[in-house]
Every structure is written in C-alpha cells, then in structure tokens.
C-alpha cells in the first residue's frame, strides 16, 4: 500500500502540556508522522499545530477523528496541497575547504540558499522552502561531506480566506 | 461565600448532586478529607481497602445507574492505584470523575514525598485531565471534568489539586453544573438509505454493542427487530439489552460467542452495527468479518467509524435516536426464510450437557438465576466464570451485567460489586468470580463487611487459571506455565476472618442449600464453589480466525 503525504493543521488551546497531549495520542494510536511543530497564532489563546502525515485514507481519517476528540483541540483539518502553502527551513554544516567551496557555492546559488557561517574547512548554510526543495537540495549535496544539519519539519497555510472543515467529536 | 479548597470540592460535588464518593485519604489530601468530614450528612465516603478497589467501586456505581461515579485518592501512590481503575472506566466508557490530591505547587517537579505527574500517567487512559494549581481554576475544572464525562461518548476524567490549593480561601459562587453537550442527532436522508437496506436485505442481522446499552435504546431496538422481523447479536457490553430469551436476541457474538450468533453474522447480507467497535474479540478476522453483508454502522464517537472494519454506510450520532427514527421508515415483514436457516444452526450450535454429580458452570449459573429476583444485578470479574455468566444468566436487566469488557480486568468485581449494592441497597447483587481474580482483591471483603452490604459472591473455583489454562491446554500442548497455582486459601474461613459468611459446594443440590442461605444473610457471603479444571468456555474462536475455525469441543 502506498502511503500519502499529507500535512495537518490542528488549532489547539494554548496551556499546559498541550503537546504531550498530541504526541500521547499519537504515541498510543501509532500514527506514523513524518514531523510536527507548534506555534503561537494572533490569538495568544490558541496554538497551531502542525503535523507531517505518511498514511492511508483510513489511518487519514483516523488521526483526525481520534485528534479532534482531545478537548484541547478546537480545529483541525488537511491542507490541500494545490491551495497551500508549505515551508520548511534547513540549517546544514557542510565540510568545505579552498578544494570545493566552489562547488557547493554553486548549487548554493542555484537553490537560493544562504551561506550564514563560514570558517576554514566548513560552511554553514540555510534554506527554506517546501519540503521537496529541501529533499532536492539535500540530494545535490550528497557527494560533498555534511557534518550535520536539522530540518524544523513543515508548516503551512491556506491560499487566501477559507471555510475549514471542522471535526465535531 | 468564603471558603476553601476543599470545601469547594465538596460544594462543586453537591452541585453536580454527588451524595456518593468512593476514596481512600492521604497526607496530600488532609484538606479534602478534612471538608469531607463537615460535609459528612451530605456526601456519604465509602472507604475502600485499597484504591484500585475505590475505582471500581466508582466504575460500578456508575454503570449501575448511569450517573458519574466519583473517587477521591491522594497523591502519588493513592493515585497511581486509581490507573487500573479508570483505564477499564475508559475501555468501557463509564463516566467518571477521579479526583486527587497532589503535593503543593512549590514542591512541584521537585519529586517530593508521595509527588507523581498523575496528569501525565493518565493521559491516555482519560477523556480529559486537568491540573490545578491555582485555586481561581478550580470551580471551572470540576464543573468541565463532569461535563465531559458525560458528554457524547462518555469516559473518565481526572482532576488532579495541589494542597496548597485544597487549603486555599477565596469566595465561591454556586453556578451550577455547566450542560453536558448535546448528542448528535441521526441525518434524515441517510436514514432513509439505511431503512431501504433493511427493507430490501433477505438475511439482515443487527449487531449491537455498549453504545445501546449506554443510550438505554433496549426498548427501542426490541420493536426495531419485531418491526422489520431482524435477528439481533450483542457483544458483552450490551448483555442484558434485551432478554435472553427473545426470538430475535441470537445471544453473544464473536470469540465464545454462540454458533448461531457467529452463523447468522457470516452469512448475513446486511450487518446493521449499532453502538459497537467492532473489537478483536468480534471481528477477530477484520478482513473476512461480515465479507458477504453491506455493513452501516451507527455510532456517538466519529472515530469508530472504518476503525477497525471498513463500512459501506455509517452515521455519527445517538444510536437511540437512530433506531426510534429508523422504525417508521422499516416495512413490516417477515423474513421466515432467513428465520428458517437461523433455527437450523441454532438445532446443531454447542449445547453444554448436566451433570448433577458435580457442579457444571452452565448449571451453577442457572441455579443462581432461578433463585434470584429478575432484577438482579450481576457483576463479574475476568475470566471462563465471566464468559460463562455473559452466555448462561437467563435474565439480565439493563443495566444489570457489570463486567470489564474492553479491558479485561481481573479483580474488577469486588470493588464493582460494591459500588453497584451501595448504588442500588434495593436490588440483589450477585458477584460472579473465579479464584484467580478473587484473589486480586478480596481484600474489599472488609468494606463489603463494615458497610454491612449483603454481596454474595460466587467463586468458581477450578484451582487453575482458567482462561489462560484453557489456551495452553488446546494451543499450547498442555504446557500449563503458571497457572496450576496449587493455592491451599481456605475461603470459608478466609470470610469468617474478615467478618463475612463463607460456605463451600461441590455439587448442585450443595449449591442450592447454601445459596438459600446466603441469599437470606445480611452481609457478605462467599461462596466457593468446586469447578472441574478441565471444564472449557466453548464455542471458541481462536485468535485471527472466523466462524469456520470454531472450536466446538
């Protein structure tokens, strides 16, 4: 069975715990995410969580059904690709001296990524794009020695002033 | 009006019209109890032996009558012993309020004294849980936790309060409690889409779980099957839905379920699934499960749905509202054919044989019904003996089956049967058990004894674990690791020590004289009766498997 990539945006009340609430459930139905991240939103009462999914259609259903249970949850619903969009940054250490510095400055350009740290024998560069971007870049730059790097997961957002659809536990 | 903490608990309490808590104290809850002691006219405290015990109690106070059953613990170990407690309230969905007492807020993540994240250790096995640390949240804490263990699919809640909080004075207003959200109603056209099913199905089947149970929908669902002339299969948290002996009630479905519940189920070509999960333990293989039958489920929780089954049609409401509305728009038929085939299963299905020498489980538990009042109510603990009473009681009132069906919990019926006689003084309540759960927590013996509660309390006793020996013995080659437990515990003079009656019965007409007894005295009796070890909860379905892997013998 393939699994679908999807991405999930859930507006939670913004108190105590709130994200161990979200990774219990996750944790104890199994749900396989890709990556979440929490954020404040304009309302200080209220957290917008937002998860990368691998699944079904069902285990789709599933997480928002079982999410929109917890009491904490006020919204929750997919964003659709073709009206989003989605973002995620990338900070990556790569070791480059004098011999392919070049080299990765050029794919850096190509990219429009941003060499934001620079020392002898290693650079440090940033991009933010969708999460394929970020998949394309990591690819170029695999014949070239990381150090380390971190991805803070995806976040998105609805095209212009939408209705969601709302889950009623 | 000034007060604190604590009395605000017990004020919130009253205000929700609690006159019951089930708990045990504690250093942390000083101040609780303290207000409990002034509120002693108005909140009666049933002290348990232990606090898994007091959750039980908790459990049965409110499966018996449908109201919250309220427990009180203190911190740290009082509070984890409440965890087996609320997990099998919120397997079943029992509503439940569990409050306790933690340390004081300064003290906080400092792992002090008797110091546990109860908030945290309950996460999953609560609908909501709440920390308050702050005595402003307290009045609205109380107040959301009753809410929302009534609401839609209803389950446990846990409120857990610092002590610095409890001890606390400020001003309370008496507002009241906040309305419990109001139950999804049944969409009209799919309605109409489920009534033309029915109307045109030839073998339908109505496979109905705890959700009926819950919505009290039996009177309901009885003209629904007379109407439209369906047969109707129930899981164990909807036994005593309807009477055992109606035409159209098949009996129990699934793992020992009966022959003809099982038969009728596959070859069905509509499963009408009402209030139910369709659990392991009913669609054992989900894939082959009802395979030639379109399936509509009706359930309160969205997230039933395609959980664990993929339906062809469902709707996300009162299964009760349901069926009153799906009534009017069945035809009235009679579908003599597919009633045909159904007897011809039920003349062939596994039919348990007497034996007066010795004391058969079949037969036991139809002495205990012909002897009690039609409104007994029956609480069970886990095991054969639970299996036994879900296929054998004879008359079950709604309401009147209290079991641990999703969680499975072994020294359940004890504190369940106390908080079941303490709920309904009126009413006879038999506590079925074996000698394994018994011997989980026969210690409430000695609260069954002080509140002077007339439990009687069957044991059947075959000397081995059954359940689990059973399965070694047919899948496991009769390697029987760890359950031939050899106990020498003497129960009638076990019950004699804690103040109880105990007699013993190693046939029928022993059973009867000592029942007639029993049922005659005022306090706690236990009654252990002598099973064979090799006696089977039959039919059985192993693990994974279908109707057509049914163990009959």
């Known amino acids: 069975m393939t699994l679908k990539k999807e ?63 917890l009491e904490i949850v006020r919204e929750i619903y997919v964003l659709d690709p073709n009206e989003s969009v989605f973002r995620e940054l990338l900070l990556i250490k790569m070791k480059a001296d004098k011999s392919n510095r070049g080299a990765i400055i050029e794919i850096v350009d190509i990219y429009r990524a941003k060499i934001i740290d620079l020392s002898k024998d290693s650079m440090i560069i940033e991009l933010t794009g969708a999460p394929e971007k970020i998949d394309g870049f990591m690819k170029m ?9 971190c991805r803070t997961g995806v976040t ?13 536990d | 009006m000034k007060m604190t903490g604590a009395e605000m608990v017990s004020e919130l309490l009253l205000e929700q019209g609690v006159d019951t808590v089930f708990g045990y104290p504690g250093g ?67 509503p439940m309020v569990a409050i306790t007492a933690n340390v004081a807020d300064e003290l906080i993540g400092r792992d002090a004294f008797q110091e546990i994240y109860i908030t945290g250790v309950t996460l999953p096995i609560t609908k909501h849980n709440f920390f ?19 609401s839609g699919r209803k389950g446990p809640v846990l409120v857990d309060i610092t002590k610095d909080v409890t001890g606390m004075m400020t001003s309370f207003e008496a507002t009241g409690p906040y309305p419990v959200k109001e139950l999804p109603k049944s969409d009209p056209d799919t309605l109409l889409e489920v009534a033309h099913l029915i109307n045109k199905a030839k073998q339908p089947i109505v496979y109905y779980g705890g959700g009926v149970a819950a919505s009290d929908g039996g009177p309901a669902l009885r003209e629904l099957l007379e109407k439209a002339d369906m047969p109707g299969a129930y899981t164990i948290m909807a036994a005593g839905v309807l009477g055992y002996e109606e035409k159209r009630n098949l009996g129990l479905i699934g793992m020992h379920g009966s022959v003809t519940s099982n038969k009728t189920l596959d070859q069905a070509d509509l499963i009408l699934a009402l209030g139910t999960r369709f659990s392991d333990r009913v669609a054992q293989n989900m894939k082959k499960f009802g395979s030639k039958a379109t399936i509509v489920q009706v359930d309160i929780d969205n997230s ?55 004391l058969k489980p079949h037969q036991l538990i139809g002495k205990i019904c012909s002897m009690t009042e039609e409104d007994s109510v029956y609480v069970t603990d886990v095991g054969q003996h639970q299996i036994w009473a879900a296929q054998f009681i004879k008359h079950i009132k709604p309401k009147s089956f209290i079991t641990s069906g999703g969680l499975g919990t072994m020294g359940f019926g004890y504190g369940a049967s106390i908080g079941a006689k303490i709920a309904c003084p009126e009413k006879r309540v038999i506590h079925i058990t074996g000698d394994g759960s018994f011997h989980m ?19 059947f006793n075959n000397k081995v674990l059954g359940m689990v020996y059973q399965w070694q013995g047919v899948f496991y080659n009769k390697r029987y690791s760890q359950t031939t437990v050899e106990r020498k515990t003497d129960y009638v003079k076990v019950a004699e020590g804690f103040g ?20 005659k005295d005022e306090g706690p009796v236990w009654i252990e009766c002598l099973i064979d070890k090799e006696e089977k909860v039959l039919p059985m379905i192993p693990n994974g498997g279908t109707v057509d892997d049914m163990i009959l013998g």
């Open chain 1, 7 to 69: 991405v999930i945006s859930i507006l939670v009340d913004n108190q105590f715990n709130v994200l161990s609430r979200i990774s219990s459930l996750i944790g104890r139905r199994g749900f396989n995410i890709d990556t979440i991240t929490a954020s404040a939103t304009q309302n200080p009462d209220i957290t917008r969580i937002t998860i990368g999914f691998s699944g079904n259609e069902q285990s789709l259903a599933q997480i928002l059904t079982q999410m929109a249970k």
């Open chain 1, 141 to 149: 730059l695999d014949c070239y020695e990381m150090v380390e790097f």
């Open chain 1, 156 to 168: 998105g957002i609805h095209r212009g002033v939408r209705e969601y659809t709302r889950f009623e």
């Open chain 2, 28 to 94: 942390t809850a000083l101040n609780l109890y303290d207000a409990l002691y002034e509120y002693q006219g108005k909140i009666r405290h049933i002290l348990t032996a232990h606090e898994q015990g007091a959750a039980h109690a908790a459990d049965g106070y409110a499966r018996a009558t449908g109201k919250v059953g309220v427990v009180m613990a203190t911190s740290g170990p009082g509070a984890c012993n409440l965890v087996t407690g609320i997990a099998t309230a919120f397997m079943d969905s029992i």
């Open chain 2, 132 to 150: 308050v640390n702050n005595i402003k949240d307290l009045p609205d804490a109380i107040r959301q936790a009753f809410r929302i263990a009534q």
């Open chain 2, 304 to 358: 039933e749905i395609n959980k664990n089954v993929i339906v062809d049609k469902s709707l996300v409401c009162d299964v009760k509202d349901f069926i009153e509305k799906i009534i009017p728009l069945v035809d009235k038929q009679e579908r003599t054919d597919w009633f045909e085939k159904i007897k011809k299963w039920e003349d062939n299905s596994y039919k348990p044989v007497d034996d007066d020498t010795c």
């Open chain 2, 441 to 459: 927590n026969m210690n409430e013996a000695c609260t069954a004894v002080t509140n002077n509660l007339p439990i009687i309390s069957v044991i």
């Open chain 2, 500 to 519: 109880a009656k105990g007699y013993r019965a190693s046939n029928l007409a022993e059973f009867e004289k000592v029942f007639a007894k029993a049922l």
